[in-house]
């Protein structure tokens, strides 16, 4: 039996930032395991992720997480076609946990190697969900360290970034501004509840999209504009609705991707919206793509919240494409803490 007429079974391996992450995908787009092993109550005490404490965590918990992947897919090692594995962006010293346990696997099994691209897990982490999702189509992808406009053509690399941040992501924005609210970590899904009980229209924040033409994002302005309304409130001895405020970061940031991402769709003149990345599970977000590719007679696909965080369910999709292309890695395959698309 060729391997066009069977099951193509993908391991995926993820350890990019702060979830140690395993998991085993049929043909791409089908998950037989998902599993995670979160950090976050080890890193709330410290108000965010310390690089050095996330690489021992999952130095710790790498191997059950991926006996536990394999046990709940059902799939012996054997049976594996391919390893694929997080290569970056991301903490390096996580990434090599991540990256050494594929390349053991890889190596005593004889099975290949296959590096992905976090932020191209993050935009096939759509095609998991959406059978009918192909290619072209327009990807916004949100995250902690990334804000991008990706023209996907075609997979498994085949894509162009329209725009990308030139300073703060949008949820490197909103973890920081969660941080001068008080309200601890992981800051951007607390700013999101604490926001439904504001006022969006009560605190107006300035909405930078930059020169005409531009796709690309800057969210620093906005953290900088938030820290001074509240600085120049308790100067003037004048109370701060923190929920307010919160709104209107908020609605402030939101606009500036709805606007960036009218302005792609209308250039490319796709009618499919991926939306994707850790910031898609925040839910104003989500209910403005919907309301403005509703308008627009767009489709949009997100993927539900557990695909939307870091996961390796997307980088096995990733890599069952990568893998199908022989686009394959050798054992010298590195971990990179920023890398182009």
């Known amino acids: 039996m060729t391997m066009a007429e069977r099951d193509v079974l993908i391991l995926g391996i993820e350890t990019s930032c702060d979830e140690t992450a ?23 005490v410290f108000g965010g ?13 790498i191997n059950r997480v991926v006996e536990a992947a394999l046990a709940a897919a059902g799939a012996s090692n054997k049976r594996l076609d391919a390893i694929a594995v ?21 190596f005593a099994l004889g099975k290949p190697l296959v590096g992905v691209h976090h932020i191209r897990g993050h935009i096939c982490a759509a095609l998991i969900e959406h059978t009918e999702l192909e ?27 329209l725009g990308g941040t030139r300073d703060d992501a949008a949820g490197e924005a909103f973890d920081k501004v969660a941080r001068v609210l008080g309200l601890g970590y992981p800051g951007g899904p607390k700013l999101d509840a604490l926001a439904k009980e504001g006022d969006p229209k009560a605190v107006f924040f300035k909405r930078v999209t930059l020169e005409d033409g531009s796709l690309d994002f800057s969210f620093s302005g906005i953290k900088t504009g938030v820290l001074n ?6 100067q003037a001895g004048l109370p701060v609705c923190e929920a307010d405020v919160a709104a209107g970061f908020q609605e402030s940031v939101i606009d500036v991707l709805s606007i960036k991402t009218r302005d792609a769709l209308a250039l490319t003149g796709y009618k499919s919206l991926v939306l994707a990345g850790g910031v898609a599970a925040n839910s104003a977000l989500r ?14 696909f997100i993927p539900s919240q557990i695909l939307c965080t ?21 054992l010298s395959l590195d971990a990179y803490a920023t890398l182009p698309l």
């Open 229 to 234: 309304y509240i600085n120049s409130r308790k």
């Open 22 to 44: 395993a998991a085993v995908t049929r043909n791409g787009r089908e998950v037989l395991s998902n599993v995670i092993a979160s950090q976050i109550d080890v890193h709330k």
């Open 86 to 106: 997080t290569k970056g962006p991301g903490l390096v010293g996580a990434i090599l946990i991540g990256l050494a346990t594929a390349k053991a696997m890889s």
């Open 49 to 61: 992720v310390v690089p050095e404490i996330a690489s021992r965590q999952h130095l710790t918990a």
């Open 135 to 161: 290619p072209p189509f327009l990807a916004l992808v949100v995250s902690g360290g990334h804000t991008s406009l990706v023209d996907v053509h075609g997979l498994p690399d085949d894509m162009t970034v």
């Open 310 to 330: 870091d996961n390796a369910a997307m980088i096995a999709c990733a890599g069952y494409y990568q893998y199908m292309a022989g686009n394959t890695d050798t």
């Open 287 to 300: 209910a403005r793509m919907r309301e403005d590719t509703e308008k627009a007679g767009i489709n949009l």
